[in-house]
């Protein structure tokens, strides 16, 4: 059970917009509607932003996007703010072998 | 609000067993997958395994051969056994509510593996 691929960093500055990947395989983020992200700022639980795909919990800033092609998931942010500086983790269902984390991606506003 | 709580030794021995208890407040733990995820430090996150308030589980098929879980709806309660522990699992351990989409999550326990 590998990590799914994410890139290990990303930038933009305030008010633009970032797009992290999150790269797996038939068997996880292709075969499934079930990709998560997480935002986790250092020191803190990760915290869910985007659920099967791109579906946002109650609270979460529609400036927060889910999307998924193939085996391949993206999470957008827009309007870049101070706060979304963090770590992003991807999450997908993977059958049989129960779930599974990406790499995480560093978000850096500059 | 649900809240949780992890709870267990901060310090384990080589070969030991580490053990874990989640707490659940706020909100009852029937009918919801929980999970242990782990973090070590500087590095990303693992899933542990998950477990039904009925007690049905799934493990990490890398950890499966040392996970046990349990669940006490007495007490609101679920708990995380890791047996031969090694320094590779000294991490940060959080329990968080449902799989694949975890809404709610413990502020994690750090845990080290050493004699």
């Known amino acids: 059970q590998s990590a799914l691929t994410q890139p290990p960093s990303a930038s933009g500055s305030p008010g633009q917009s970032v797009t992290i990947s999150c790269t797996g395989t038939?068997?996880?983020?292709?075969?499934?509607?079930?990709v998560s992200w997480y935002q986790q700022h250092p020191g803190k639980a990760p915290k869910l932003m985007i659920y099967e795909v791109s579906k946002r919990p109650s609270g979460v800033p529609d400036r927060f996007s889910g999307s998924k092609s193939g085996n391949t998931a993206s999470l957008t942010v827009s309007g870049l703010q101070a706060e979304d500086e963090a770590d992003y983790y991807c999450?997908?269902?993977?059958?049989?072998?129960?779930?599974?984390f990406g790499t995480g991606t560093k978000v850096t506003v500059l | 609000q649900v809240q949780l709580q992890e709870s267990g030794p901060g310090l384990v021995k080589p070969s030991e067993t580490l053990s874990l208890t989640c707490t659940v407040s706020g909100g009852s733990i029937s009918n919801y997958y929980w999970s242990w995820i782990r973090q070590p430090a500087g590095k990303g996150l693992e899933w542990i395994g998950r477990i039904y308030s009925s007690g049905s589980t799934n493990y990490n098929p890398s950890l499966k051969s040392r996970v046990t879980m349990s669940v006490d709806t007495s007490k609101n309660q679920f708990s995380l056994k890791l047996s031969s522990v090694t320094a590779a699992d000294t991490a940060v351990y959080y329990c968080?509510?449902?799989?694949?989409?975890?809404?709610?999550w413990g502020q994690g326990t750090l845990v080290t593996v050493s004699s």
């Open positions: 038939s068997s996880d983020v292709g075969g499934y509607n079930y």
């Open positions: 968080a509510r449902g799989v694949p989409a975890a809404d709610y």
């Open positions: 999450s997908a269902y993977a059958g049989s072998n129960g779930y599974v």
